[in-house]
């Protein structure tokens, strides 16, 4: 299975943008980049996926890179109920579609 | 506002009982996963079923743990004997496979599990 790699934690101001990099260097052509979040004592939710280009919702932009071996989660404009752990994950269609979930980033936002 | 349900919430007990976890599924969804989060092993992917049928339920300790769906509304996660190392939080999450793309897991709540 591929792997993502992403920082442990990373701090950002409220109301600025936020960059949360991924690395996975061994995606295949057929694997989803998805990023799903958890706040404090929740459930993980959806953010956004992208295969190839970038994407854009009313959460977060996703940024691809040319040869798909990194991406980037972009949270324009950062509030407090943004402080969540993120999670970068490969979902390769060709297999039974699991989420293999890694260690993700706690992303900490200070007022 | 459409959700995935789990009961309980929170579950003590004793070591060597049996623990049945219940989800209800968004209504419409196809799939079911069940999830385990510990502090020390993440979220680990326990069993998935896809129009009820299990998919895979490698992750599963098979001894001990068992999954089912008796049907599209309700999937059950069992734990007998449960034992203190199963305490930990235990998500479901379901979604809507169309087979071409892939689909949104909806998670619920988490049932909190502390097996003493």
Redesign the interface.
Known sequence: DAKTTQPNSMESNEEEPVHLPCNHSTISGTDYIHWYRQLPSQGPEYVIHGLTSNVNNRMASLAIAEDRKSSTLILHRATLRDAAVYYCILRDMDSNYQLIWGAGTKLIIKP | DAR?TQTPRHKVTEMGQEVTMRCQPILGHN?VFWYRQTMMQ????LA?FRNRAP??DSGMPKDRFSAEMPDATLATLKIQPSEPRDSAVY?C?SGL?SGRT?????????TRLTVL
Request: no cysteine.
């Open positions: 995935v799939t993440g979220l680990e992917l998935y998919l895979d998500f999450a496979s892939p689909d949104t897991q909806y998670f619920g709540p988490g």
